[in-house]
């Protein structure tokens, strides 16, 4: 009969080195990783100060995609690194935790970006914009409410603190104290979720085009016919119907903003 101490195996006598070792090997493996993430940032942030072409912010951009929503993130193929600080996880809109930060978007996105900022950001149709509509664009899309905007002029934190004490139907375009770029914002939200099916049933002629072009030359085909090949393609003028294929959705929007240059029945204000 095996008695207790045979039965009990003798414990293997400990060697404190491989454990040190691993742990200094672990230790180091940490840190050399750490650096590295470390040293990748540290060149995105020298990258992003010597390029201008890359210092876009996240709430920049947001204007850019109201009238480009087929590059929102929910149309993307691979989410994975596209559009970070636009989640769009409960509301169409920007993460206003991110909405200072540096867009991350593919080069050619960007580059589109570029071309609309320089030749349409200044644009702004002629259409109200009431105080009930507008309250309820600063609840829907709150990164514009000034509280939640870093660079909001005082003026208009003080205009939307006075919005419950103006009229309802007044309409806040011939306020100074709205930003331009809150004008493009509320536009674009309108237009996005308020009048998409409006703006997607259009059928313009020739002629309704032309004038809105002879208006706003920024939009006509030779600046936009290599980005959108097909831009326009068989326009001259005339009373046919464009094909909607060939009025990409930027122009569209544009021209139901400013239906004032075409007959359009009861336009939405």
């Known amino acids: 009969m095996l008695s207790e101490k045979q ?127 507008f309250k309820e664009f600063l609840t829907l899309s709150n990164e514009w409410h000034p509280s939640n905007w870093i660079k909001a002029p005082k003026k208009y934190f003080k205009l939307v603190q006075d919005l419950d004490n103006l009229d309802k139907s007044l309409n806040l375009v011939s306020f100074s104290e709205l930003p331009f770029d809150v004008r493009q914002a509320f536009y674009g939200w309108k237009n996005y979720f308020k009048e998409g099916e409006a703006i997607n049933s259009l059928r313009l002629t020739g002629q309704q085009v032309k004038a809105f072009l002879e208006k706003n030359p920024n939009f006509k085909k030779n600046y936009w016919e290599k980005i959108y090949p097909n831009y326009l393609i068989t326009f001259d003028g005339n009373f046919d119907i464009i094909p909607r294929n060939q009025i990409p959705s930027f122009l569209l929007s544009a021209l139901y903003n400013d239906a004032l240059y075409f007959d359009l029945t009861n336009p939405s204000e």
Do not use: C
């Open 7 to 133: 039965f009990i195996q003798e414990a293997y006598k400990r060697d404190p080195y491989p454990f040190r070792f691993w742990s200094v090997l672990i230790a180091l493996s940490i840190f050399l990783i750490y650096g590295a993430a470390q040293s990748a940032e540290d060149l995105k942030v020298n990258v992003w100060k010597m390029s201008p072409f890359l210092r876009v912010s996240n709430r920049e951009f947001s204007l850019f995609l109201w009238q480009h929503p087929h590059l929102m993130r929910p149309h993307a193929k691979n989410k994975i690194g596209y559009l970070p600080g636009f989640q769009y996880l409960h509301k169409i809109n920007m993460d206003i935790e991110t909405a200072e930060e540096y867009v991350a978007v593919p080069p050619n996105v960007l580059f589109l970006y570029h071309t609309w900022n320089r030749l349409l950001k200044g644009y702004l149709p002629s259409r109200a914009i009431f105080v009930e509509e």
